[in-house]
């Protein structure tokens, strides 16, 4: 892997059924926090996505600024290839930003398109 970009996982890119159906491997990640968002839940009606990952209810992150709002997940280390491939599992619901972990790190995450984000420059 040449270049690597970091990705936090919340919901089904965690499941190793999702990430082999993706990205044709499994993702070895490492536990961490997103604060500012809190959970809510989406129904997915995507064939593709429902076949993948078995379940019509996935969740989906709103961001709210409050510190003491905080999502546990996990954070992978994956090609840019394979960033457009969950790209492409993610419905358009979701929308693709940079945030900073608890941990310092930057990592691209998938959140409710439909509300604000602060961007990172």
Known sequence: MNHSEKLFS???LRYEDVQLSTFGR??????????????????ITDPSVL??????IHP?????????DEIIGMVFEVSLK??????????????RVLSMLKSGINAWVY???????????
């Open 10 to 12: 919340y919901g089904t």
């Open 26 to 43: 499994k993702l070895e990640g490492k536990k961490d926090c997103l604060t500012g968002y809190r959970q809510s839940f989406l129904e």
């Open 111 to 121: 959140v409710d398109k439909n509300v604000a984000t602060p961007t990172m420059t």
């Open 51 to 56: 076949a993948a990952s078995r379940q019509a």
């Open 82 to 95: 394979e960033i457009e491939l969950a790209d492409k599992y993610e419905v358009a619901d979701y929308k």
């Open 60 to 68: 989906i992150l709103v961001y709210t600024g409050k510190l003491e």
